[in-house]
């Protein structure tokens, strides 16, 4: 059993920063691609970024790419989000997820645990 808890969230004008977290529990997140996902009403749960076990390797989507920078730190069991240039269309729930014992993915049926969420709101 994983459990998954995300922080940083907020409200921020558009051209802000915030960074997200999301603390893991269990032994298996040293060996585990994490990703985040968000969620803006009315519409789809959609990728935004991955990161390998190791945290060499790093995924985006093409929307945040240049933007948003995923980030872990094994020692804590903690997984980031840094996120620059905020923009509105960035507004949504954002989840962190574990996909246990695997490779990273954007496909959000790979991953089997999941965080409650946060809330970013970006205004204008």
């Known amino acids: 059993q994983v459990q998954l808890v995300e922080s940083g969230g907020g409200l921020v004008q558009a051209g802000g920063s915030l960074r997200l977290s999301c603390a893991a529990s269990g032994r298996t997140f040293t060996t585990s691609a994490m990703g985040w996902f968000r969620q803006a009403p009315g519409k789809e749960r959609e990728f935004v970024a991955a990161i390998s076990s190791s945290g060499i390797r790093t995924y985006y989507a093409d929307s945040v790419k240049g933007r948003f920078t995923i980030s872990r730190d094994n020692s804590k069991k903690t997984v980031y989000l840094q996120m620059n240039s905020l923009k509105p269309e960035d507004t949504a729930v954002y989840y962190c997820?574990?996909?246990?014992?695997?490779?990273?993915?954007?496909?959000?049926?790979?991953?089997?645990?999941w965080g409650q969420g946060t809330q970013v709101t970006v205004s204008l």
């Open positions: 997820a574990v996909r246990v014992g695997g490779v990273h993915s954007t496909e959000r049926s790979q991953y089997d645990y």
